[in-house]
C-alpha cells in the first residue's frame, strides 16, 4: 500500500501502543488505526508484530486486558494502562525525544569535526 | 469500551481458555479490518481475504499468543493461590485472636506433644540414627570374642570372655584380608594406677593403653602434635601420651606448647605427643559413663603373657562387607587355633558394626521410648480435632454465611486447614523451645550411663523433624474436622438458633469416637509406663549383696610388688592404712579391694581339688584381691566360716573365700569350708568361708560365682580401692580420712569419694532414665485424655443446657442430673479402656524383654491402670457436672 513505509525500531513498538491506549482503554485493532492515522500512513503496525507485543506488555503488567464490547457491539479485548505502564510511558517518551533531539543535532551539524588536542 | 452486560462477564465461567480468547480476539481483527475495507468499497468476500493477506502469518501469531496465554494463566493462578492463602493465614489469625483461650490450649496441647517428640528424635537421633564421629565410621566393625562359648559361660566370664590375647590380635592382624587395620585396646584399665605429679597436687588420672595405630585406625588425628609412633608401643620405647582434649583444657590450661613437653607419670617423665580432639570421647564410645585423660601405647610385649585383655576393632577395607568379614573370622580363628595349640580358647568371634556395638542394647528401649512419644503425638492430633469439631459448633452460622455467600466446600475445608497448620506450626515452635529444655537437662546428667547421651543436640534433622511432624498434624488431624464441619447442612444450620442440632449430634458422636480412641491410647501408655515401673522397682529391690549406704569408696596407691618378697612392704602398709583410717571419729570399719562389685571385674579359673570335669565345662570365676574386714565393710555376709586375717601371710597356707555360687557348682551338697582348689594360685587353696552372692556385674542378672583372695598372699591386684563405713555422711569423713592416708605414705594422691550408692545408682541408671521418660509420657497422655473427655462432656452438657433445664423444671434433682453426665464420662472411659486394655495386651508383649521380674500380663498394673483412667475420666467429667447441675431452669428455658 504505502512504499513510504518506515521500519519501527525494536522497543519503539511498545512505546506507540503505551501512547495509543493514554484516552482510555481500546482494542487492537484501534491501536493499529490510532498509529496510522497519527503517522499520517507513515507508520504501518504490522499485526503480526503488534499483538505479540501487545501480550509482552500484558505479561509484563504495563497493560491490563478486559473483554469487552465494541461500537458495533461485538466482543472485543479491549487494552488498559497501569499505573505502571503510564509510569514506562512517561519515561520511554522523555528517553525518545532526548535522543531524536541529539540525532538531529548531529544531523543538523554544520561544523567538521575537530579532533581534541592531547597535550 | 460500551458496558458490558452480565451474562458476558460469565463468558469464560467455566475456567480460563487461553486459546479462544487468542481466537476470539483475532477473529475480531479481522472483521474489524474487513468492515473498514468494505466501507471503502470493497465486496465483502474479498475484503476479508484482503484482511487475512494483510494480516499475514495467522497461525503463528496465534501460536504465540495461546502459548504466552497459558503462561500468565499459570501465573495469575498461583498468583492467586498465594493470595488466598495470605488471606486465609489472616484470617486464621483473627479468629485466634479472637478465641485466646482456645488457641493457647491448642498450641499449649502440640507444643508439648511435638516438644516430647523432638526431644526424644534427638535422642533417638544422637544414640541410633547418627554415624560415630569417626571418619568413615560405617567400616568400623567390633570384635566381640567367646562366640563358640554358652552364653551362660560368657557372661559368667565377663569381660575375659569377650576379649583377646596380644597373640590371638597379633596373629589376626598379620592373616586376615578383611580389614584395612586391625587395633585394639587394653581392656583392663585399672590393673594400672596413673598418678600425675608435678602440676599441682598429686593426682590419680584415668589412662587407657591403646595399641599404637588405634587412633589413625579410628580415623581420629590429634589437634596438636601426632599420633604415638612404632618405636613408642615397643618395650623400652620412649614413653609418651596423648592428652585428651578436656584434660587438656583443664589440666594444662589448653596450654598449645605442652606437646614435646614431658610430665610425670608414675614418678617418670612420659612425652605428650599430641592432643586429641574434642570430638573424640573415648568413654561415650566404648566405656559408657568414663572420662578418660591419658592415653598411652600399649606395650604388647608388656602384656603377651596375660590372658585375655584386649578388645579388637577394625577398619574394614573398601567395598568388604561385615558379612564377609565374619565369614571370615569364622574360619581364621579356628585355623590360627590350629597352629597354636598352647591358644587357651578359639577366640570364634562375633563381628558387628562399632555403631552396633554401641548402641545395640539400647534400641529396643529407644525404639519403645519413640512409640511413646508417637502415642501422645496421636493424642495430641486427636485432641486438636476435638477442639476444632468443638469450636465448629459455635462457628457453624459463620461458615454457613460464607458458604451462601459463595464460598465452596473445598474453599472452607481450606481455610480450616490452614487453621490447623497454624496452630501445628505455632505449637513446633513452642515445642521445640521445650524440646531444647528437655536435650539439655538430659545432655547433661552425668548420672546417667548411656553411650553418646552427652552428645545429644537439638539439630537440623531435629528441625526438619519438627516441621514433618507439625504438617502431618496439622493435615491428617485437621482434614477430619475441615471436612466434617463443611459437610455439615447449611440450611439448618442457619435455621437453628444456636448450632444445628442434627449436625451438632453427628459431631458429638465422631467427638466422642475420638474421646474413646485417646482414652486407649493413654491406657496403653499407662500400662506400659506400669510395667516399666514395676521392673524398676524390683530392680531396686534386688539385694546386691552388699549394704551400699553409709559406705564410700575411694582410690588409693600400692606399693609396687612384682615378687612375692615385695609383698610384706605393701601388706605392711596396707595394713597400717586400714588401722590409720579405722580410728578416724565416725569410721566404723576399712578394707582395701582391687575391684569393687558393678564397677569393674575379672575371672580366672577355678576347679576342687580332687574332682574330675568334663573337658568343655566352664570354670570361669570373678575375682577380688581383697584385705581381711574388706567383706564386713562393704556389709557382705559370710554365711559360713571365717573372714580373712592379717595372720593369712604368703608364707602361711593360702585360702580363699569364695560366694554361695561357687560353693553350689564346686562342691554341690558338701560343705566347702577347708577345701582345697584350683586354678587361682599356683598352688592348692583352701577355702576358708563363704559368703553371700554379691551382684558384680548387673542387678538384673543373677550372681555368678565369685571367689576372694587375701592381699595379703597374692601380688596380682588391679589397682586398690579403700573401702570406709561410716556412721556420718561420707563427704564429712573425706578429709580425716585422707589425712590419715597420708600420714601413712605422704604421696597417696587425692582421688574422688565415691559413695558405694552411686555404683548401684549407676548401675540402674538407664533403666532410671527410660521408666522417668516413659512414665512421664504416660502421665502427659493421661493428661491430654482427660483433656479430651472434659472437652467433650462439657460441649455436651452447654449443648443440652435447654434439655437439661426442661427436666429440672419437671422434677429431676440436681444430684440426678449430675449423675447423669457422670455416668456418661464413665461410659467414654470404659470404652476406651476396653479397647485400651486390648491394645495395651498387644503393646505388652513387645516390650516384654525389657521387663524386670514383672509378667506383660502383670494384673496390678491393669488394675492400677484401670482405677487411675476411671479416676481422671470422673475428674474430668466432675467439672461439666457440676455445671450441669446448677444450672437455673427457668433463665435455660428463657435463653434459647
Not at chain 1, 464490547?69 to 520511554?92: D, I, M, V, W
Not at chain 2, 474489524?32 to 493477506?53: T, V
Amino acid at each position: 500500500m504505502a512504499s513510504s513505509k518506515l521500519d519501527l525500531f525494536r522497543g519503539t513498538l511498545d512505546v506507540l501502543i503505551l501512547k495509543a491506549l493514554v484516552w482510555g482503554p481500546i482494542h487492537g485493532y484501534a491501536i493499529t488505526s490510532f498509529i496510522r492515522r497519527q503517522s499520517n500512513d507513515a507508520l504501518l503496525v504490522e499485526e503480526g508484530t503488534l499483538y505479540p507485543a501487545l501480550w509482552r506488555l500484558e505479561e509484563k503488567d504495563l497493560v491490563e486486558a478486559e473483554w469487552g464490547l465494541s461500537e458495533n457491539n461485538r466482543k472485543a479485548k479491549f487494552y488498559r494502562l497501569t499505573a505502571a505502564g503510564r509510569k514506562r510511558l512517561h519515561q520511554e517518551s522523555r528517553n525518545w525525544e532526548a535522543y531524536a533531539a541529539a540525532v538531529g543535532k548531529v544531523l543538523g551539524a554544520t561544523t567538521p569535526h575537530v579532533p581534541e588536542e592531547t597535550t | 469500551m460500551k458496558s458490558v452486560p452480565l451474562w458476558r462477564r460469565f463468558a469464560r465461567f467455566f475456567g480460563a481458555d487461553p486459546a479462544s480468547d487468542v481466537k476470539d480476539e483475532l477473529r475480531f481483527h479481522l472483521e474489524a479490518k474487513a468492515e473498514d475495507l468494505m466501507n471503502q468499497g470493497w465486496p465483502a468476500d474479498a475484503a476479508l481475504r484482503e484482511a487475512e493477506r494483510q494480516f499475514g502469518d495467522l497461525v503463528a501469531v496465534q501460536r504465540i499468543g495461546e502459548r504466552m496465554g497459558e503462561e500468565m494463566e499459570r501465573q495469575k493462578q498461583l498468583r492467586d493461590y498465594w493470595t488466598d492463602c495470605i488471606q486465609d493465614v489472616r484470617y486464621a489469625f483473627r479468629t485466634f485472636i479472637r478465641d485466646r483461650g482456645f488457641a493457647a490450649v491448642a498450641i499449649l496441647v502440640l507444643a508439648l506433644g511435638v516438644g516430647v517428640n523432638v526431644a526424644v528424635f534427638s535422642v533417638v537421633d544422637g544414640l541410633l540414627l547418627r554415624p560415630l564421629p569417626f571418619a568413615d565410621s560405617q567400616r568400623l566393625v567390633w570384635f566381640k570374642g567367646g562366640k563358640s562359648l554358652d552364653e551362660k559361660i560368657r557372661v559368667a566370664a565377663g569381660l575375659s570372655g569377650e576379649t583377646y590375647t596380644v597373640d590371638a590380635f597379633q596373629e589376626y592382624q598379620r592373616n586376615n584380608q578383611s580389614f584395612e587395620a586391625l587395633t585394639s585396646y587394653q581392656t583392663f584399665y585399672g590393673s594400672q594406677a596413673y598418678k600425675l605429679t608435678g602440676a599441682g597436687d598429686p593426682k590419680q588420672v584415668t589412662a587407657i593403653e591403646v595399641a599404637d595405630n588405634f587412633f589413625p585406625t579410628l580415623g581420629v588425628d590429634p589437634v596438636l602434635g601426632r599420633n604415638f609412633s612404632r618405636e613408642e608401643s615397643l618395650k623400652g620405647g620412649r614413653p609418651a601420651a596423648l592428652l585428651s582434649y578436656f584434660f587438656w583444657k583443664n589440666q594444662f590450661a589448653g596450654d598449645p606448647a605442652i606437646v614435646g613437653k614431658a610430665i610425670t607419670v608414675n614418678g617418670s617423665p612420659v612425652t605428650v605427643v599430641g592432643v586429641l580432639p574434642a570430638s573424640f570421647d573415648f568413654g561415650t564410645v566404648f566405656a559408657p559413663g568414663m572420662k578418660v585423660d591419658l592415653f598411652v601405647p600399649a606395650v604388647m610385649d608388656f602384656w603377651r603373657g596375660w590372658g585375655n585383655t584386649l578388645a579388637i576393632a577394625g577398619r574394614l577395607k573398601p567395598g568388604v562387607t561385615v558379612a564377609r568379614a565374619q565369614a571370615e573370622a569364622d574360619s581364621l580363628f579356628p585355623h590360627l587355633k590350629s597352629l597354636h595349640q598352647d591358644w587357651y580358647e578359639d577366640y570364634a568371634s562375633t563381628l558387628t558394626t562399632l555403631k552396633d556395638h554401641v548402641d545395640g542394647k539400647l534400641r529396643r528401649s529407644l525404639v519403645v521410648l519413640w512409640s511413646a512419644v508417637g502415642i501422645i503425638l496421636l493424642i495430641v492430633g486427636v485432641n486438636l480435632s476435638n477442639l476444632q469439631l468443638a469450636r465448629a459448633a459455635s462457628r457453624a452460622k459463620e461458615f454457613a454465611m460464607r458458604g451462601a455467600l459463595g464460598a465452596g466446600r473445598g474453599r472452607i475445608v481450606r481455610q480450616l486447614l490452614t487453621e490447623s497448620l497454624v496452630l501445628s506450626l505455632g505449637g513446633a515452635v513452642l515445642g521445640l523451645v521445650f524440646a531444647w529444655g528437655i536435650v539439655f537437662y538430659l545432655a547433661h546428667q552425668q548420672s546417667i550411663v548411656l553411650p553418646l547421651l552427652s552428645t545429644i543436640r537439638v539439630d537440623g534433622a531435629a528441625l526438619a523433624w519438627t516441621f514433618l511432624i507439625a504438617l502431618a498434624i496439622g493435615l491428617l488431624f485437621g482434614l477430619a474436622p475441615a471436612l466434617r464441619i463443611s459437610g455439615a447442612h447449611l440450611q439448618s444450620a442457619m435455621k437453628e438458633s444456636s448450632g444445628g442440632i442434627a449436625s451438632g449430634r453427628s459431631h458429638e458422636r465422631f467427638r466422642s469416637a475420638l474421646v474413646v480412641s485417646e482414652v486407649a491410647l493413654a491406657c496403653i501408655l499407662l500400662v506400659g509406663a506400669g510395667l516399666l515401673l514395676r521392673s524398676f522397682l524390683h530392680v531396686l529391690e534386688v539385694d546386691p549383696g552388699f549394704h551400699p549406704d553409709h559406705a564410700a569408696a575411694m582410690t588409693v596407691d600400692l606399693l609396687p610388688a612384682a615378687k612375692p618378697p615385695e609383698l610384706a612392704a605393701r601388706v605392711a602398709m596396707l595394713h597400717a592404712m586400714i588401722d590409720h583410717v579405722s580410728t578416724v571419729p565416725g569410721i566404723e570399719s576399712a578394707g582395701i579391694v582391687d575391684m569393687l562389685p558393678l564397677d569393674r571385674n575379672r575371672s580366672w579359673g577355678l576347679d576342687a581339688v580332687g574332682r574330675s570335669y568334663p573337658k568343655d565345662r566352664n570354670d570361669a570365676v570373678f575375682v577380688y584381691l581383697a584385705t581381711p574386714g574388706y567383706i564386713g565393710t562393704m556389709g557382705m555376709r559370710l554365711v559360713a566360716g571365717r573372714d580373712f586375717s592379717w595372720q593369712d601371710t604368703s608364707d602361711a597356707q593360702h585360702v580363699i573365700l569364695i560366694n554361695e555360687a561357687s560353693a553350689r557348682r564346686e562342691w554341690p551338697g558338701e560343705d566347702p569350708i577347708g577345701k582345697m582348689a584350683n586354678g587361682v594360685d599356683k598352688n592348692p587353696v583352701r577355702v576358708i568361708g563363704v559368703v553371700a552372692d554379691v551382684h558384680e556385674s548387673s542387678l538384673e542378672e543373677t550372681s555368678s560365682p565369685e571367689v576372694y583372695i587375701p592381699i595379703t598372699q597374692n601380688t596380682d591386684v588391679e589397682g586398690a580401692t579403700l573401702v570406709v563405713r561410716t556412721r556420718l555422711d561420707p563427704s564429712a569423713v573425706y578429709l580425716s580420712v585422707l589425712n590419715a592416708l597420708h600420714a601413712v605414705d605422704p604421696g597417696q594422691p587425692a582421688t574422688e569419694f565415691r559413695p558405694l550408692q552411686s555404683l548401684v545408682d549407676r548401675s540402674v541408671s538407664p533403666r532410671r532414665f527410660f521408666v522417668l521418660l516413659v512414665t512421664i509420657f504416660a502421665g502427659l497422655g493421661a493428661l491430654l485424655a482427660a483433656l479430651g473427655i472434659y472437652g467433650v462432656i462439657s460441649y455436651s452438657v452447654t449443648r443440652q443446657t435447654r434439655d437439661i433445664g426442661v427436666r429440672m423444671a419437671l422434677g429431676s434433682t440436681r444430684g440426678r442430673v449430675q449423675r447423669d453426665v457422670l455416668f456418661k464420662t464413665l461410659r467414654l472411659a470404659v470404652a476406651g479402656i476396653v479397647i485400651g486394655t486390648a491394645g495395651s495386651i498387644a503393646a505388652a508383649r513387645l516390650i516384654a524383654s525389657l521387663l524386670y521380674a514383672t509378667s506383660p500380663w502383670d494384673s496390678k498394673t491393669y488394675a492400677a491402670m484401670l482405677l487411675l483412667l476411671t479416676v481422671v475420666a470422673l475428674i474430668a467429667g466432675y467439672l461439666p457436672a457440676r455445671r450441669a447441675s446448677r444450672i437455673n431452669p427457668l433463665a435455660a428455658l428463657r435463653s434459647q
